[in-house]
């Protein structure tokens, strides 16, 4: 039993005792397990997490929720992060037309809770990701997200969107129920009619339509800042974008508005989701050839018959283009570097798994009647 304790992820030691207990109806023999989480560890973070956000992950509900070994996450819905894993894990379509190198610099451009900026950070070593999500209520689930797996990469986050020009007050509309489809031009008809589609490519049920109904009873609106990329590459002296992932529900091209002339020779791969309302795709293929870009676009399979196409830009030289180096301001005013610095000196919050979830990994192992009664 202590060997298959020590096994689960995160635990450093373990040891398991067994007890008595005297009843009226004589003696009960039962065990204890203990055990001692390795700081450095996913599991021994998450748990600091959940105690220092404890009223904040209530009030919205939000769980965690491990999925397999490559992710677990804070999430609003466990479904939803079953969405993002399939789409961005397993699809790799992230990865399909691009490459990634050990010391990139790569910005996740609506960046949700995360799990896209979590995706880079395994594919290579000493990644600085840069991470925009302009609605509070998953800016903090990112902050949460990305603090468990801040072993990964040096990450850095936004509370803004990117667009055409810096902004305050900008009204989004936030989806509790499928934060995904969140955006700041919501079209009730248009989502519902995308949401539809995607349903029915994906599981042909019957009650898809109940499904649309309950995500989008689900906006509210929200206030928002937005900023322009170009001022982030001045505010933070980037000198060079490896790769620039753009995911922003119809303001794709605000985003690439905002880039000013002396700035696109720094940006190497981009990577957009593209709504193609108003002629948009083939604006945005123009716009990026015209830059210097080599343009593909794919569909993918469970968005066939919806507008919504993968657009890839690669620079075709890239002679221009500094060679990627740790920018010190990445640790400046990081809302992860300071999580990570309370952290390291907090002594007085221990570590634990919830036992639900170190149960069942132990139900993987060994019988249930040989699991300790307490851990």
Known sequence: IEHALSKVPGIKQSAVIAKERNTDTGTNKYLIGYYVLDKNSVEARVSYVKSIYQERLLEDNLHFSILNKNLSAITFSKSVLEFLYEEIFQSNTYLSNTTIKDGNVIFDVGANIGISSIFFAKQTDNLSIYSFEPIDRLYEVLNMNLFIHSEEATFKTFNCGLGAENKNNV????????????????????????????????????????????????????????????????????????????????????????????????????????????????????????????????????????????????????????????????FYNNPISELLERYKEDKTKPSFISNDILSDQLKEVIPEYMIPAAL
């Open 171 to 330: 009204p989004f509309a936030f989806f509790r129920n499928n934060t995904v489809i969140s955006t700041q031009y919501p079209d009730l008809e248009e989502d519902s009619h995308l949401l539809s589609t995607f349903l029915d490519n994906t599981n042909g049920s019957s009650n898809n339509e109940q499904l649309v109904n309950f995500i989008i009873e689900s906006q509210e609106e929200v206030l928002c800042q937005i900023r322009t990329i170009s001022s982030i590459i001045q505010q933070e002296k980037i000198e060079r974008i490896d790769l620039l992932k753009i995911d922003v529900e119809k303001a794709e091209l605000d985003v690439l508005h905002g880039i000013k002339e002396q700035d696109w020779d720094k940006i190497h791969q981009i990577i957009v989701e593209v709504h193609d309302k108003n002629n948009r795709l083939e604006r945005m293929i123009s716009l990026l050839s015209g830059k210097g870009y080599e343009v593909n676009v794919q569909v993918e399979k469970n968005l066939q018959n919806t507008d919504l196409y993968v657009l890839y830009a690669i620079r075709k030289s890239t002679n221009n283009i500094p060679k990627s180096k740790k920018n010190e301001l990445i």
